[in-house]
């Protein structure tokens, strides 16, 4: 809200709207759950993987402890949250994310879903760092395009 308010005060709105590309796209993907056109749950995050506990990373776990005092742990990977969907119903968003019909949930409308659907399980760090990459770049984009020469054509007028 304080970069809305700067933006408007410093009459530079469109340039600011570039730099909010990933919040305004996050929006519209999310447009068909904030509208009540598939069930919202009340929890949209990504969820952590449990880690599965094996024989063989017991084993590199008490080698380590022999070399280190410390033990540790595998990282918990994130998984995109789903909801429950019946099968046949909501198709077409189920068609859109590339799912079956007979599919039983469907991801969550959010941007972290949907880079988690493109990335596969990751770490809660790296699906920030892939966040952060994507704002950068989305950043980098906005002011290659505001001091372009097809400037005048986006921004006077």
């Known amino acids: 809200m304080a970069f809305a308010v700067v933006g408007i005060h410093g009459h530079f ?14 929006f519209v993907y999310s447009v068909p ?7 919202c749950p009340r929890h949209r995050l990504p969820v952590p993987l449990e880690p ?8 590199a776990n008490a080698a380590a402890s022999a070399n280190d005092s410390t033990i540790r742990s595998p990282v918990p990977l994130m998984v995109p949250s789903t909801f429950p969907s019946k099968p046949g119903q909501h198709g077409f968003w189920k068609q859109l994310h590339g799912l ?7 991801p969550n409308f959010t941007v972290l879903n949907l880079m988690l659907r493109i990335l596969g399980p990751t770490s809660e760090r790296g699906l920030c760092v892939a966040l952060l990459v994507l704002q ?9 395009l505001r001091f372009s020469p097809f400037a005048s054509y986006l921004f006077d007028g």
Do not use: E, G, R, Y
């Open 33 to 39: 759950q904030l509208f009540k056109f598939v069930p």
């Open 13 to 26: 709105t469109k340039p600011l709207l570039l730099f909010f590309l990933p919040q305004v796209a996050n």
């Open 136 to 144: 950068a770049a989305s950043c980098a984009a906005a002011l290659t």
């Open 52 to 59: 599965i506990k094996s024989t063989a990373s017991a084993a």
């Open 100 to 106: 079956p019909l007979s599919a039983d949930a469907l």
